[in-house]
T-cell receptor, first 117, second 112 residues
């Protein structure tokens, strides 16, 4: 199946710094990628939809100036958490949509654990 | 607004017992329904995808059914093993390419 990677797998940073997380589709082109956030023992909550070559679409309540998303190529989307604070500590997961005829499956990356001190 | 609910939130069974996980959704206008597995601290692994026109899908010991009209899906895992211990999530998109709405998940523990 399609493979999606994320880098880094975990990051610890000081409050006020910015952190960039990469999401790559390794063996296919993804025109659409999604970014999710997951707090401990909770389900995934969609943050934004990332479309190659255009601005991301953010879900209600997600600050677009704080969570910058760039989808510069068909295989790479990045999420930058700007001026991170402890409440931004979470598990961030990306997925890439594979618009195979009849299935429209999303494949998920392994996630990035962000800890803000 | 689509809401997806999974009951129970947690489940503990002895090895060998069959598992039954439930997923319900409020808006029956779905394109498909997916079941995922998530191990602690890891990403999601897709288990089964059922198209809206299908009633069930099978893969090995896993069988998922879909009843769109009643807004329900059930994931059956036969002859559970300790390696099946994980959180199982169901998710639905409203249309092709649309964002997924996830259920809260069911945490499964299979005791040896």
């Amino acid at each position: 199946g399609a493979v999606v990677s994320q880098h880094p797998s975990r990051v610890i940073c000081k409050s006020g710094t910015s952190v960039k997380i990469e999401c790559r589709s390794l063996d296919f082109q993804a025109t659409t990628m999604f970014w999710y956030r997951q707090f401990p023992k909770q389900s995934l909550m969609l943050m934004a939809t990332s479309n190659e070559g255009s601005k991301a679409t953010y879900e209600q309540g997600v600050e677009k100036d704080k969570f910058l998303i760039n989808h510069a190529s068909l295989t790479l989307s990045t999420l930058t958490v700007t001026s991170a604070h402890p409440e931004d500590s979470s598990f961030y997961i990306c997925s890439a949509r594979v618009p195979t005829s009849g299935t429209d499956t999303q494949y998920f990356g392994p996630g990035t654990r962000l800890t803000v001190l | 607004k689509q809401e997806v609910t999974q009951i129970p939130a947690a489940l503990s069974v002895p090895e060998g017992e069959n598992l039954v996980l439930n997923c319900s959704f409020t808006d029956s206008a779905i394109y498909n329904l997916q079941w995922f597995r998530q191990d602690p601290g890891k990403g999601l692994t897709s288990l089964l995808l059922i198209q809206s026109s299908q009633r069930e899908q099978t893969s090995g010991r896993l069988n998922a059914s879909l009843d769109k009209s009643s807004g329900r899906s059930t994931l059956y895992i036969a002859a559970s093993q300790p390696g099946d211990s994980a959180t199982y999530l169901c998710a639905v998109p409203k249309s092709a390419g649309n964002k997924l709405t996830f259920g809260g998940g069911t945490r499964v523990l299979v005791k040896p």
